[in-house]
């Protein structure tokens, strides 16, 4: 192996660590709480709340342990499941053919021992398709008789987000394939991604949106004869048009955005998104029998019928050609016009696909090789603590700032006070950073030699930096030290607040982490109009309008302050009047002070933030069940499981009366959600969170449900009947579609067979449309489902 390839393998992965089994389901626990929750916010909100190479390490960690104790391993575990359902209000369709993720290697060795592996199961030599890893966000184009009727996000492999309406803006994707002889129904597999000039150009254009809203705030205050406040005119512009942090999430909220819902600038930001996207196509799902014989006479086919392929990809006949190859581009990776992390390697030949088979979430025939992240040099400043929503105590490092892999990071989580202390650093230190083109980097230790004496140890402390509480661990094992004052400290209130209206819980844009904190932590009043979430839905403007906030420096989080040196202090929910007498602005200063004429009459009203706020808690009262499950912030309770629970219970009741084993047999949730959903139940702050919210007109329940188990209400328009969704249907929402027919006394069922009595499917129908018409089902498009739900069986004629 060539020293160039030893380089860029970095630190070779050595094998698990035997461990106990209660120290395994201990930490298995802590592993799938952070995977599922990095996993439902990239597909669910766009952002990465951990680098590729974190995350790339819980899983592989996770795999080890399960590996060690099998037992381990269930359905729910992340080891088993594909990506993660979005957490938007996209309506959703099956894929024909389920997307696959692809399993990793790290090392030169094990890509080498894997082709081994490969070829020994094989029986022969084989051809290996060699192409760039695309560092973006996986689609899937669904051509009939060549002409796209749809296009959906990679979701849980099984059902993703339909994006139709954004992939007919891009002008390189083709509504109709060229040339002839297409099959009846193709899926076409790539990458969605925008090119590094392109993602330049895009924050380019955000700044000069920003300006153009502080512009367009400041003339409508002119226009109003009212004072200007540039600095939260300026806030508030950041906020509309952030700069993107990396190109990956910037095309994957891009391709998912609801741009009809947008006006102004915002739509002109959004259609600028959209042109920045770039497609290459990387395979395909359903095709019936392909005419090629190999993946690499695919691309040849898709490129000949005006699909974009990669102009990147080599056919070649041996491991040291693949490896020589990896090389290459790791040297190169900068050189290329899109975000890579890595090469994936496939069996070209189709017929050994099958052979070789699948697991339950990636082929046998086709693996990642992924590039070690990029290192960098710079100094750390400072180890702070960080409290969350769960009470997790973090230490993180505070850097000078430095540029690495596309983007200027002055912060890194260190994990634990354990990590921290194996990364041998010190305060002071010049540290080696890395980062693999996302937002959060890894301290991964120190320069030793450049220590000049002035370095101090970092201490863990041994009380809560908020609230002042004794840290502990919560559970005998336990790495993590939290702050058991889960009811009360501000921090873990503020952090569940702001879960609160994040977008996989309530979506409520006016309640974010600075909305959060003000109304958790002000500076004024003395106390926070919110000690708990119990209260949330109580505020009233009076509550909001006093409400004072110290400004904070948008990079370093310090206090600002003015000349004095004081902290500036700011009222969000306050707005101020300046009426004028009549003839004041004519009369000259003589003829006013000769009046007695007071400058003006100061008059304070809430402003249109808290009016907002009020608004949308109000709306929010009647989300779906599953929303509010998820607002509960009950530990593992994501939209996945949430949504399982909402569907199978239809109210908040029937889950809390539920026993474990009838919670743990929801499909989609398990043994591990349903203790949490016990226990979680079981403490009295959080009943009454609850009771409070009920009080103030919360609906917990999905209107029309029939209870547990979703059992046909009798006397309904579709009592007795058995009805199956699949694809899109208009005016409907995938859930909303289900609830339609329960509410209608309906089973909503999951698969079609002969006992089925009806089939719903509008674009983007999989299989499940193919199984209905094979056995003589009725089909009915969003027209005569609609009338089905309302009127019944005798509407349709």
């Known amino acids: 192996m060539s020293p160039g390839l030893r380089k860029l393998a970095g630190v070779a992965h050595t094998g698990p660590e035997p461990v106990t089994f209660h120290q395994a389901r201990e930490e298995a626990l802590a592993l799938a709480e952070r995977i599922n929750a990095a996993r439902e916010a990239y597909y669910g909100q766009d952002t990465s709340p951990v680098d590729d190479a974190t995350f790339d390490g819980w899983m592989r960690r996770l795999e080890d342990l399960e590996r060690q104790h099998p037992e381990l391993q269930s359905q729910d575990s992340p080891t088993q499941r594909v990506g993660a359902p979005g957490a938007t209000d996209l309506p959703t369709t099956e894929h024909a053919e389920r997307m696959l993720s692809l399993d990793n290697v790290f090392s030169p060795e094990e890509l080498q021992e894997w082709c081994a592996k490969t070829e020994a199961a094989a029986g022969r030599p084989v051809a290996w398709l060699t192409e760039l890893k695309i560092d973006g966000a996986a ?367 309530l979506d409520i844009d006016a309640l974010g982490e600075v909305t959060a904190a003000a109304l958790t932590q002000p500076a004024a009043p003395a106390e926070p109009p919110l000690t708990t979430e119990a209260g ?81 808690l109000q709306k929010a009262k009647t989300k779906d069940l599953w929303r509010l499950l998820v607002a509960l912030n009950i530990r593992h309770v994501g939209p996945v499981a949430a949504r399982a629970l909402a569907a199978h219970f239809g109210q908040l009741d029937a889950i809390r009366a539920a026993d474990r084993a009838e919670l743990a047999a929801v499909e989609g949730v398990g043994g591990i959600i349903a203790d949490a959903v016990k226990d979680w139940f079981e403490v009295d702050w959080h009943v009454e969170i609850v009771e409070r919210w009920a009080a103030a007109g919360v609906r917990f329940a999905t209107p029309g449900h029939p209870g547990p188990g979703a059992a046909a209400t009798a006397g309904g328009v579709l009592d007795g009947l058995t009805v199956v969704v699949t694809g899109a249907i208009e005016g409907y929402t995938r859930d909303g579609a289900k609830e339609a027919i329960i509410a209608a006394g309906g089973k909503a069922a999951t698969s079609v067979s002969k006992k089925t009595d009806y089939v719903a499917a509008g674009p983007g129908a999989g299989s499940k449309l193919a199984k209905a018409e094979e056995l003589g089902l009725p089909v009915l498009d969003a027209e005569q489902f609609r009338l089905l739900v309302e009127e019944g069986p005798d509407a349709l004629g």
């Open 139 to 505: 689609v899937s184009l669904r051509y009939e008789h060549g002409v796209l009727t749809s296009a959906a996000t990679r979701g849980d492999g099984h059902t993703g987000e339909l994006v139709t309406s954004n992939v007919r803006r891009l002008d390189f994707i083709p509504e109709r394939l060229a040339g002839e002889g297409h099959p009846p129904i193709v899926e076409v597999r790539g990458e969605v991604f925008i090119a590094v000039a392109a993602f330049e150009e895009l924050n380019a254009l955000q700044a000069r949106l920003r300006d153009r809203a502080v512009e367009e705030a400041r003339e409508r205050a002119e226009a109003r004869r009212r004072p200007f406040d540039e600095e939260r005119a300026r806030e508030s512009a950041a906020r509309r048009f952030p700069a993107f942090a990396n190109p990956r999430n910037a095309a994957s909220g891009g391709l998912r955005q609801l741009l009809e819902k947008k006006t102004g600038l915002e739509h002109e930001a959004g259609v600028a998104r959209l042109q920045s996207l770039s497609f290459y196509a990387h395979g395909f799902g359903a095709w019936g029998d392909p005419p090629v014989a190999a993946q690499s006479e695919v691309y040849d086919l898709l490129a000949g019928w005006g699909v974009p392929v990669s102009p990147r990809t080599r056919v070649l006949h041996d491991v040291e050609q693949v490896l020589a190859f990896v090389e290459q581009y790791g040297r190169e990776r900068h050189d290329v016009e899109h975000e890579l992390d890595g090469v994936v390697v496939k069996v070209d030949e189709f017929a050994l696909h099958s052979e070789l088979g699948q697991t339950s979430r990636a082929p046998r025939w086709a693996i990642a090789y992924k590039y070690p992240p990029e290192e960098v040099h710079t100094r750390l400043l400072d180890i702070r603590i960080g409290v969350g929503r769960t009470g997790r105590a973090t230490p993180y490092a505070v850097m000078e700032p430095v540029h690495v892999a596309g983007s200027t990071v002055r912060q890194a989580t260190l994990h634990n006070q354990e990590i921290v202390e194996a990364k041998g650093v010190l305060i002071g230190d010049t540290v080696v950073l890395r980062k693999a083109g996302d937002v959060i980097p890894e301290v991964l230790g120190p320069v030793a030699e450049r220590r000049d004496g002035s370095e101090r140890p970092f201490v863990m402390p041994a009380e809560c930096p908020e609230c002042g509480t004794p840290l502990r661990p919560m559970k005998e094992g336990d790495i993590d030290l939290r702050c058991p004052n889960a009811r009360s400290c501000p921090a873990q209130v503020r952090g569940r607040v702001e879960h609160i209206g994040s977008r996989g819980a």
């Open 536 to 616: 949330l839905f109580d505020l009233e403007l009076d509550q909001l309008v006093p409400i004072e906030v110290i400004v904070r420096d948008n990079e370093t989080g310090e206090p600002r302050v003015d000349d004095d040196g004081e902290p500036v202090r700011r009222r969000p929910f306050q707005r101020v009047e300046l009426t004028y007498p009549p003839g004041y602005e004519s009369a000259t200063p003589a003829e006013r002070r000769k009046a007695g004429v007071r400058k003006n009459v100061r008059k304070v009203h809430p402003s249109s933030q808290a009016v907002t706020l009020l608004d949308e």
